[in-house]
């Protein structure tokens, strides 16, 4: 619970006595704690005798100001927590205060400042971030203003920001800690309910104008209206990202006829076609390799529903033809989903579960058992799970991509996870829905504002390579959900409802990548083809692996094991099996051991012995592999063995 103002209202502060009460005031506060010595009882005598009235100091120049001895600070110190010295905001950003928490001790300012302290940790920010961002914010903004925390504004954070920027400007020293300490500030600000807005993201976005400023200037007017208008029935980033692809093409236009007047005067051969053909050519400004096709794709398409768009809505300049068609678009390859193979996405896992950055990595930790985007997982909302009796625990998943919403099963160690989360997340006042600016009270926030995707997509990336995995995206993750529940056996129906999907062709995008009717198929006419034309050849190409009295080969050379070999493979009493790993666990494999008519006797232990030493190796290895289904067969004929040794032992 947030700290909750003094019932005392701070009390007016007194009119600044004379130079004598100031320095006999001073004296006194300095040996009351302690300190004082005669060059700062000097200083101060002689700052007083110069400005018998302190705030007159205040009127010279900030060089003036910053000349001073070092040793005046103590009575400034001691005039500016009384409130009876407001230095100026330049000042304030160009010096150090370091002994402020001092100099608070008893004072007016040190009610204010606890509160504020506290109510940072609460939110988030450890003690230490805490008092930092008082010292370098709040506590100027006291002294400056000369109100109580409850009377600050957003406009007060703003002076202190515009000096610092203008330091910077003039010294070349930046404010990167000044930064940090007034966005905590204006946080904590807002949970305390003294301003009514949270701080906004650190990056605004350039406006229309200024991202197309290097575009043709005739027609510069024409995209940025269209752009505009499109704000009204499209997303911002949807909007956004189509003023990247527009301003390519008034650039090309701009450096190919600079004479073009309106659109309308746009021409096939003179304009779109030579445009075409530089898309298909063009590089990526930020890894200076060929553009991928579907950004080529996007590119034209950008282009071409603007020109449809304006000419059905009657533009004077718009062009009085079509212009680009269906054929002008590239074929874009459909590659399949990129999941996260089973070997990897374990490993990935147990990266995530010793972060030490646990809200991002249970984030994504949530995103791969529940298949969210990462637009929809930074939305979930703090009562996003809901108890249906008799059915359990689901979770309702916000308004995403395809504007639509889904309830998603939950299992108890999904549940767990979501109140590990819950006691993670940093507490605090209702944020502004990013859709509806409605006050919502966010599953994901960290130092009293939501978690990032910048923080996701980086403690992902950590994670990555702590695992020993390449680039690893968040989508990767929904993909490697929908895999397992693909191998799984779940119905194209069920798959749409717990991705999301509106249609059954976004869906079977997985479904091609484990179709069970190709598998049947393939292992049928696999069946087919060995009982004509025997066995198929190795993986290794060998043709023959020997057997030595243990059961291990030694293959084309001496040391060579056929355990290590990379393929699926079974240890038969009488030799062994290798397979090509798109085979799959065998159904045939090892099928007289389980069979209720098989018997063995004591003369065979030891080859049921051997047996059981490579088949604890191989399901070791399966394992290791991902191969879930291999290394769950070779324990069942571990079993199996232990059964038969220890029958025929006893007998």
Avoid at 143 to 152: F, H, S, V, W
Avoid at 398 to 403: F, N
Wanted: aromatic residues 6%; positive net charge; hydrophobic residues 40%.
């Amino acid at each position: 619970m947030l700290p909750a103002p003094a019932n005392a209202p701070t009390p007016e502060v007194a009119p600044v006595p004379s130079a004598d009460g100031v320095l006999s005031a001073w004296r006194a506060n300095q040996a009351a704690t302690g300190r004082g010595n005669p060059a700062s009882d000097w200083a101060a005598r002689s700052f007083l005798a110069r400005w018998p009235h302190s705030q007159d100091w205040a009127d010279q120049s900030l060089a003036a100001r910053l000349d001073l001895a070092p040793s005046t600070m103590s009575l400034l110190m001691f005039l500016m927590v009384q409130g009876w010295l407001r230095p100026g905001w330049d000042w304030l950003a160009a010096k150090k205060l370091s002994s402020f928490w001092r100099e608070i001790e008893g004072s007016r300012l040190e009610a204010d400042m606890s509160r504020f302290c506290d109510t940072a940790v609460i939110v988030g920010f450890t003690e230490i971030q805490a008092k930092r961002a008082a010292s370098q914010s709040v506590g100027r903004l006291l002294i400056q203003t000369g109100r109580p925390l409850e009377a600050l504004t957003v406009g007060d954070l703003d002076e202190l920001a515009a000096a610092c920027r203008a330091r910077e400007a003039a010294t070349g020293q930046g404010w990167r800690h000044y930064r940090s300490a007034l966005v905590c500030a204006h946080t904590v600000l807002f949970h305390l309910d003294i301003v009514g807005k949270p701080p906004e993201p650190a990056q605004q976005p350039d406006t229309f104008e200024v991202r197309l400023a290097d575009c043709h200037p005739n027609l510069r007017p024409a995209f940025v209206a269209y752009l505009e208008r499109k704000l009204g029935t499209c997303r911002p980033k949807t909007v956004s990202s189509l003023a990247t692809r527009l301003a390519h093409f008034g650039r090309f236009l701009a450096e190919t006829d600079p004479d073009l007047v309106t659109l309308a005067g746009l021409h096939r051969q003179r304009h779109i076609e030579p445009y075409l053909n530089s898309v298909a050519h063009a590089d990526s400004a930020k890894t200076g390799k060929a553009i991928t096709l579907a950004d080529q794709d996007r590119r034209v398409r950008a282009v071409g529903n603007m020109l449809n768009e304006i000419t059905e809505w009657g533009w004077d300049d718009a062009p009085t033809r079509k212009l680009i068609f269906r054929s002008d678009h590239p074929r874009k390859p459909r590659p399949l989903p990129r999941y996260v193979p089973v070997d990897a996405d374990r490993r990935l896992t147990a990266a995530l579960e010793v972060s030490d950055y646990r809200l991002a990595a249970d984030a994504l930790l949530l995103a791969r058992a529940v298949g969210l985007r990462i637009g929809e997982l930074l939305d979930l909302e703090l009562d996003c799970v809901h108890e249906i009796g008799g059915h359990g625990a689901w979770l309702k998943v916000p308004l995403g991509k395809l504007d639509t919403e889904r309830m998603v099963p939950l299992d108890d160690e999904t549940v767990a996870l979501i109140d590990r989360i819950c006691t993670t997340r940093s507490v605090g006042k209702p944020l502004p829905h990013p859709r509806t600016g409605r006050p919502t009270q966010f599953l994901f926030t960290h130092h009293g504002r939501r978690l990032s995707q910048t923080a996701v997509r980086k403690e992902l990336a950590r994670s990555a390579r702590t695992a020993g995995i390449d680039h690893v995206t968040p989508h990767q993750l929904r993909h490697t959900y929908a895999t397992a529940l693909v191998n799984a056996g779940v119905s194209l129906q069920a798959l749409m409802a717990l991705l999301g999907h509106v249609s059954a062709e976004m869906s079977l995008r997985y479904a091609h990548l484990f179709d069970s009717t190709v598998r049947a198929e393939y292992e049928r006419a696999l069946d087919l083809a060995k009982g004509r034309i025997g066995a198929l050849p190795t993986p290794t190409g060998k043709t023959r692996i020997p057997i030595a009295n243990n059961g291990r080969g030694t293959g084309c050379g001496d040391g060579d094991d056929w355990r290590d070999a990379p393929a699926i493979k079974s240890r038969l009493a009488g030799g062994h099996c290798l397979r090509a790993p798109s085979q799959g666990a065998c159904p045939y494999a090892n099928i007289c051991e389980h069979c209720p008519s098989f018997r063995t006797d004591t003369a065979s232990i030891a080859v049921l012995a051997a047996q059981r030493v490579d088949t604890r190796a191989l399901a070791d290895d399966a394992e290791a592999r991902g191969w879930i289904d291999e290394a769950d067969r070779h324990r069942r004929l571990l079993d199996r063995l232990d059964a038969l040794i220890a029958q025929t032992e006893a007998g």
